[in-house]
């Protein structure tokens, strides 16, 4: 491999970091994963080492330790750093929105401190569809409005506001916050994956505890959409592809001050659409039950992707079979 300079993935551990981190290298590039394992496993970062084919350094860290991160950034020159840690259940935002505000706000206000001490600057910022709000248009390109309905997504809108006011204060600022739709799916290799720890709050670690019989049945959330099955429609990206779009961000990162883009299919599945296809694909039953909204909830939302097409050249290869059938075959990996 002709290593091209030390990317540094706050929250590289994570279900995205860890994809990411196998497309950096495979991209030239050395991965360094900085994470404090709050949502995440250790035993993560071995398996990433055995998909790059190569011992991968993980620094344990909080990325709202000043030391700490002081150290990180001394102890290895940093070309880019891509910034996924964050705390991410919207629920939970609600019941502790300081919590939030302090591990995803503040949080990026040391990283960024920490790389101003070592003239670290570029950056990928891990964004949200969340920034938009309730969607007032379909597909959602970059320009809808953002409003924040929950203390998690306010926590994105903050973040990138930040960004501007960084990228201004220096020279030669580059960054790129990605706008991920919902991305779903794990490694081909079945290595690396999804795995929330409780009950889920997202659709598709749901499906796979009642696939596995860990949960009775799905509860779907509304069958009284304006949609053609009444169920709500999102855009689900395999989280490969979603990796990719890192990659692509990376090499264009130089010609950004900064840009926000989408990462979506821009494809909408509705939730029955997710569910039997899961069943077709992989030939097992989900059993489900209709329930009122979750409040909060949109009818429809899905990207106009082709902003990342324009800028990054990149767009979403696999499907909705993929998904389902990658997420599942993680699920029910022999770990040996
Ligand atoms: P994840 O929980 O699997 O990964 C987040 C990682 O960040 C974990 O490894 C966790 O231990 C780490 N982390 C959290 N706070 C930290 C801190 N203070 N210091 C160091 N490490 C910390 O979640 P994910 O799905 O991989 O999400 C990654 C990023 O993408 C998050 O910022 C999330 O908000 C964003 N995002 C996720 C989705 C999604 O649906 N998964 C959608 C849009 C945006
Ligand atoms: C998808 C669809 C539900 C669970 C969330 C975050 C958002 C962003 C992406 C991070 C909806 C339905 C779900 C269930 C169901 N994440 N559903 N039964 O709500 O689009 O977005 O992830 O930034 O901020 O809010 O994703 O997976 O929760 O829901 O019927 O048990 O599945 O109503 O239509 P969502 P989701």
Redesign the pocket.
Known sequence: MNARGIILL????????SHVAVEVAAAGWIPVL???????ERSVVGRISELVGGPVRCIE????DAQAMHAAFGSTPVHAVIH?????AVGESVEQPELYHD??VR?TEVLLTAMDEFGVRRMVF?????VYGTPQRLPIDESHPLSAINP?GQT?LDIERMLDRWVDAGSERHVCSLR?F??VGAHASALIG?S?RGIPN?LMPYVVKVARGELSELGVFGGDWPTPDGTGIRDYIHVVDLARGHVAALERLDSMRHERINLGTGVGASVLEVVHAFERVNGVKVPYAMRPRRAGDAASAFADAGLAERRLGWRARLGLDEMMRDSWAFATRDDG
């Open positions: 706050t929250g590289g551990a994570g279900f995205i970091g900085l994470d404090n394992f709050c949502t995440s860290a909080d990325i709202r996924l840690a964050g705390l991410k591990n995803n949080g891990s964004s949200s569809c969340t998690y994105k991920y919902n991305p999804e929330p997202n």
